[in-house]
């Protein structure tokens, strides 16, 4: 699909109208500038400003309908061209997608908001005390998202403020993420930091040396600074493919390490691949009074584990979902994916109906992105995929069944490149929400990342402006820089936190 636009010279229009193209057309081109080329749809602006911005479209396609909108926005008042010209933007894609959404009879519910937490928005207004009826109707104009999705994102909201009444004070407090860059074997759609650990020892010694050292260093720094830690994440990769007796020394050093751990609010481990769950590391995981674990299972159908590289079975899932409830754990997550290849409708109902018999306390539902550097994207045509309006079936399947079964919605994110431009949706049952999932979805404090391909994202405690930082990937990067990417964090650490003066001397 080519699509001329004219009347919109400047580049930057050109990424956001190409976003916003693919929300409608699987492949398309955007085109800025005509070359006498034939083209599918041609959309012509007209953009006039002053105090405002008046924008009008006109969309012509192949056999020559004519489709028009129009938006008038005001300009704010500020000398930074940067927020001038996001306003400008706006009204060009909120034209651009109502006239796209004309021609093809296709409503896009998160209108032409491309960006990946949307809830974000909708608390800044709640931390503003914007009344809730203002925002959504500013939410509904700004971006054009759906009544539904709206609806969506307030239960959300509100969810999140019912388990954390203090989330818009913990900017002085941080939360942990450690990364162990290792799996079984690498799954098909994986981007993650995960090497197949099988002859690997060498490496894994290595690099978990380099893990004990940087939670020494990062929980020294908090203790000498007084900083609290609200929640500690281990993912990766799988944090259980390393020994048992390999996690029982690291959670020791956490404790070791990591100041007032009885106190911190949540500690979760990822045992997502269920081949690495064994009696003694539900042990070590129990001894160490870890909250919360997730195993998953992804899909109940054997076929769909074996095509995409899990190496896994089903019965081993439910297995090991009942050998670690029996051994005492008792929050367990458990993640499934809509779309998985091979999979519709039936296939997705048989997984609801087996998760109906575990019942986990949390279930967080992706929708299958291709992200650019699976295997899976890379030999896209190797791997069939349901139709966009299969996995908007699938998804209120999702919803439905989850408000049948008492779990309500309490986190979300989306992704590019995801099935039918949706959403990945984090249900629980009641207080059972994953705290850490929270504050990593809203941004409202620091998490500090250690270990393989950790981000660490720091909030400033006062602007609330965000630096990002991440540690390699591979662990041979990591196992040759770790000290510095310590002593780069602390850096951050003392600029953010003693400017604020949160920190005792
Ligand atoms: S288990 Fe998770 S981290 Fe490991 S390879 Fe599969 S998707 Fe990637």
Redesign the pocket.
């Known amino acids: 699909m080519q699509i001329l636009i004219k009347g919109l010279q400047d580049e930057r229009f050109h990424r956001p109208l190409r976003l916003i193209a693919n929300l409608f057309f699987e492949e398309s081109e955007v085109i800025l500038t005509d070359n006498g080329d034939c083209y599918d749809i041609t959309v012509d602006f007209t953009l006039e400003i002053s105090e405002k911005v008046k924008v009008e479209a006109s969309l012509t396609d192949e056999e020559g309908n004519i489709f028009k909108a129009n938006a008038e926005k005001i300009l704010p008042i500020t000398e930074i061209e940067k927020e001038s010209f996001k306003v400008v933007k706006n009204a060009v894609s909120y034209v651009y997608l109502t006239v796209l959404q004309e021609k093809t009879g296709m409503i896009q519910k998160w209108g032409f908001l491309t960006g990946i937490r949307p809830t974000k928005l909708l608390h800044k207004y709640m931390q503003q005390g914007v009344p809730k009826e203002i925002a959504h109707k500013q939410l509904k104009e700004d971006y054009l998202i759906t009544d539904e999705k709206i609806d969506l994102m307030q239960r959300i909201v509100d969810r999140q403020l019912a388990v954390v009444p203090d989330l818009y004070e913990l900017g002085k407090e941080v939360s942990i993420y450690i990364g162990i860059p290792f799996?079984p074997?690498?799954?098909a759609?994986?981007t993650?930091p995960?090497y197949a650990i099988n002859g690997r020892q060498g490496s894994v010694d290595s690099f978990l040396g380099g893990l004990h050292f940087e939670m020494k260093k990062i929980g020294e720094w908090l203790k000498k600074n007084n900083v609290k830690i609200t929640t500690v994440y281990y993912g990766?990769?799988?944090p259980t493919s390393i020994t048992a007796e390999e996690m029982d020394m690291l959670y020791e050093e956490m404790y070791a390490s990591f100041p007032d751990v009885e106190n911190i609010r949540e500690v979760t481990v990822e045992a997502?691949?269920p081949d690495t769950i064994t009696p003694e590391k539900l042990d070590v995981l129990k001894k160490w009074n870890i909250d919360r674990i997730s195993i998953?299972p992804q899909s109940y159908i054997q076929e769909t584990l074996k095509a995409i590289g899990?190496h896994h079975t089903v019965e081993e899932t439910i297995n090991k979902y009942h050998l670690a409830r029996s051994m005492g754990m008792n929050n367990i997550n458990m993640d499934l994916i809509i779309g998985l290849p091979g999979e519709g409708v039936p296939e997705f109902t048989y997984t609801l109906n087996e998760t109906e018999k575990l019942m986990p306390e949390s279930l967080t539902v992706h929708t299958l992105s291709f992200k650019r550097a699976s295997e899976m994207t890379k030999n896209k045509e190797k791997y069939k995929v349901a139709s966009r309006t299969e996995i908007e079936d699938m998804m209120s399947l999702a919803e439905q069944w989850t408000k049948d079964h008492d779990y309500s919605p309490y986190y979300l994110y989306r992704q590019k490149n995801i099935l039918g431009n949706l959403e990945n949706v984090g249900y629980s049952l009641p207080n059972q929400e994953s705290i850490y999932n929270i504050m990593i979805m809203e941004e409202q404090q620091t998490i500090i990342g250690l270990g393989c391909g950790a981000a660490s994202k720091f909030v400033d405690p006062e602007t609330g402006k965000i630096t990002h930082f991440a540690n390699p990937k591979d662990p041979k990067s990591y196992n040759d820089g770790f000290e510095a990417y310590t002593e780069d964090k602390i850096k951050i650490l003392n600029e953010l936190f003693t400017k604020e003066k949160l920190v005792k001397e």
């Open positions: 799996c074997t690498k799954c759609y994986c993650f995960a990766g990769g799988t997502g691949r998953n899990r």
